[in-house]
């Protein structure tokens, strides 16, 4: 009778709180959205101060020593690698030289910016100087206080090289110490699932409800496969990359656990085990009790807050309901049965009557979403890939594009060439010039439309060549420029004449132009001082600016057959 009195007791007596539950919440209520479009705190749009973005109240330091700079007088930073793939790998003398007085962070990334702070580090995006790939290095804010605090950071990173590659766990790369902090290099990704889902405009569907817990399940599989648990699930420890692929992240309280369920390896307990996040920890932490189990009850409050737009309460009454097994029927009523049935399972109380991950793996509702979202992710990652390889092949093909065009580029500063009559320019060049102008798009350097080489030396005309050929080089012409050799002459006189260069026997035409203040007018071309195209003169009489140049330029065996061509039409009109 007496033991019945006590179990009644118990069971209605509050599960106790973890001491730094100070600013309990009484109830369940709706989450409020962050608006990302307004930046005016005053403005009725701007964001409101949602309580799931300020941190969790956190135990002031881990290994509860004081201020640093009070028990530590500052020591130079040394360099040391913590993880394998820095140890087994030399960083050649060129990447990275401890001589200098850089910092290994300075010296093997370029700082792209700062990613987000967290309670215990600060994560900046940035770009590797080895394989010139972006990542996200996340630098502890305080230095090491003392040698536990060390052993715990050097422990998280060794945990999670430790778990090995996996598509749904945020991906390692490396891990050192310098000037008494943790750094730790991982893949990049778009954003957390916590700042993902505030900013979307409308509540998240259950679909992709289904497709985040299916993601999660997996990354819990993994890590409890290798005998971890991660004690820290919640929305903003799981990061989105760009293809919408979820992956669990900050092993910042991950434990090995001993085989056969036995406590943790490395001699971490209750302490520590109730660091995480109250709102998303299971009951049986607060008992010092921890497995796997812990994961799937908070993996379930994650999946309850996202899918109701619900704010998880830190403590009181509706902390007590949620882990007594009482879902809030009010948020919870709209979801289908099949959901409700998958978060009461993830939400038992006690963990021996909670859902395993293979056991949620292998309900029906569960495994038919699995396969959904594996295809989804094939499609998207794939489509991705394929827009990315799109985009390369064309900056190549602009690269080369341009690299091509490059021995004309620095022809837009020559000063615009004397030219016939308009007349005779009309009737002689205006075909030539228009599809020329058209190929290159009314760049400047097409301007230059004069022969390097007298045409007959560089090409045989025999007697049997056209008179009227003959005639129309001797005029110049509207060809590709081969090359371009400016040659600093001085030149009393500010253009060669028109007549001039028409009367010359040769291909070879040398136009000259004197600097002067004004831009250049060309009598016997009006209009020529203007833009044919725009700025294109006007860039072009700048490149007169220079001082006076002479120009020799020549013509392409290509153009030459465009003239035959003319000449034909002429002859058949
Ligand atoms: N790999 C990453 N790619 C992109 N953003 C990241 C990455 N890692 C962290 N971030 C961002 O940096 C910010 C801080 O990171 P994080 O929360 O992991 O730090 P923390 O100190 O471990 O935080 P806490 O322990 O309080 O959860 C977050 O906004 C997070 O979204």
């Known amino acids: 009778m007496m033991s019945v009195t006590m179990e009644t007791n118990l069971s209605t007596t509050p599960l106790p709180l973890p001491v730094h539950f100070a600013h309990a919440e009484q109830s ?107 990542y996200a290095v996340k630098r502890s804010v305080h230095r090491f206080r003392g040698g536990r605090e060390r052993t715990w950071s050097v422990g998280e990173a060794g945990n999670h090289e430790r778990l090995g590659p996996h598509p749904h766990i945020l991906a390692f790369i490396a891990a050192w110490e310098e000037g008494d902090r943790l750094h730790i290099q991982t893949e990049l990704c778009c954003t957390n699932l916590q700042l993902h889902a505030e900013n979307q405009p409308a509540n998240m569907d259950e679909a992709t409800a289904w497709a985040y817990l299916c993601d999660l399940l997996l990354a819990l599989q993994h890590l409890h496969s290798q005998g971890f648990v991660h004690l820290d699930v919640k929305p903003a420890n799981v990061f989105l990359t760009r293809s919408g692929r979820l992956k ?87 979801l289908s049965d099949e959901l409700q049935t998958v978060l009461k399972m993830m939400l038992a109380s006690e963990p021996l009557e909670r859902a395993s991950v293979p056991q949620l793996l292998s309900l029906p509702s569960v495994r038919r979403r699995l396969w959904r979202r594996r295809l989804s992710l094939f499609l998207q990652e794939t489509a991705l890939r394929v827009a990315s390889l799109y985009q390369s092949t064309m900056l190549l093909s602009w690269k080369l594009w341009l690299f091509l065009r490059l021995p004309w580029l620095p022809s837009w500063k020559t000063p615009a060439p004397c030219t016939p009559p308009r007349d005779s320019w009309e009737k002689e060049f205006a075909l030539p010039l228009t599809l020329w102008s058209s190929n290159a798009r009314g760049s400047l350097e097409d301007d230059t439309v004069f022969m390097q080489e007298p045409l007959e030396h560089s090409m045989d005309l025999s ?85 006076t140049l002479s120009w020799d330029l020549s013509i392409e065996p290509k153009n030459l057959l465009r003239m035959f061509e003319d000449t034909a039409r002429e002859d058949l009109r």
């Open 463 to 547: 007697p049997s060549f056209p008179e009227r050929v003959r005639s129309r080089l001797s005029m110049g012409s509207t060809s590709t420029p081969l090359q371009r050799s400016p040659l600093r002459t001085p030149s009393p006189s500010p253009c060669l004449a028109p007549s001039a260069a028409h009367s010359s026997p040769s291909t070879h035409l040398r136009f000259d132009h004197s600097r002067s203040g004004t831009p250049p007018v060309y009598p016997d071309f009006p209009g020529s001082h203007r833009s044919r195209r725009g700025g294109s003169s006007r860039r072009l009489l700048e490149g007169e600016a220079e001082g």
């Open 248 to 334: 669990l992240g900050d092993f910042g309280l991950m434990m090995e656990l001993q085989p056969g369920g036995g406590g943790p390896v490395n001699g971490r307990g209750r302490e520590d085990a109730q660091e995480g996040d109250p709102r998303y920890m299971a009951p049986e932490l607060l008992r010092g009790e921890y497995g796997p189990a812990a994961d799937v009850f908070s993996l379930g409050v994650s999946i309850l807050e996202l899918v109701c737009n619900m704010e998880v309460p830190k403590g009181g009454e509706g902390w007590q309901q949620l882990r007594k097994g009482c879902l809030p029927t009010e948020f919870t009523n709209v």
């Open 28 to 134: 369940f209520s709706l989450k409020k959205r962050r608006l990302p479009f307004s930046s005016d705190s005053s403005s009725p749009h701007s964001s409101p101060v949602c309580l799931s973005r300020t941190l969790p109240p956190r135990p002031s330091a881990k290994g509860g020593c004081g201020s640093v700079s009070r028990v530590f007088t500052p020591r130079p930073s040394l360099w040391s690698p913590l993880s394998r793939s820095l140890i087994e790998t030399q960083h050649p003398a060129s990447l990275y030289d401890p001589g200098k007085p850089q910092s290994f962070f300075s010296q093997c990334f370029t700082h792209l910016g700062l990613l987000g702070r967290g309670s215990f580090g600060e994560v900046y995006k940035v770009l590797s100087h080895r394989d010139g790939r972006q």
